[in-house]
């Protein structure tokens, strides 16, 4: 069992930045692929960001150029940093873990719910316009 938490949602006005961070519990948190989702109030979980184990991000195409994903396999967290917020961006943002280790190929892979074994309970950010 991984356990992943998030961490530093909040309200935030528009054009402002927010970053959010998710601990992974294990020893192989460096093998795990993880990823970021989003659910806005009326809409299904979308995909936002996912990150090999190498630390390569890849973004959807709403978040490109204003999230950043990173890593760090010593402190088994991930950072989401979103600037240039807007109101269409407040949803409640989910934290998940890839933990089966396999070979990440593409960024285009890893952008749906069930390539994922273990989510966070998320975190609530609100951008006001």
Wanted: hydrophobic share 30%.
């Amino acid at each position: 069992q991984v356990h992943v938490v998030e961490s530093g949602g909040g309200s935030v006005q528009a054009g402002g930045s927010r970053n959010l961070s998710c601990v992974a519990s294990g020893r192989d948190f460096s093998t795990y692929v993880m990823g970021w989702f989003r659910r806005a109030p009326g809409k299904e979980r979308e995909f936002v960001a996912v990150i090999s184990q190498r630390g390569t991000p890849y973004y959807a195409d709403s978040v490109q150029g204003r999230f950043t994903f990173s890593r760090d396999n010593a402190k088994n967290t991930v950072y989401l940093q979103m600037t240039s917020l807007k109101p269409e961006d407040s949803a409640v943002y989910y934290c998940a873990a890839d933990v089966s280790g396999g070979t990440f190929y593409s960024g285009q892979y890893y952008r749906k719910e069930n390539d994922y074994d273990f989510w966070g309970q998320g975190t609530q950010v609100t951008v006001s316009s």
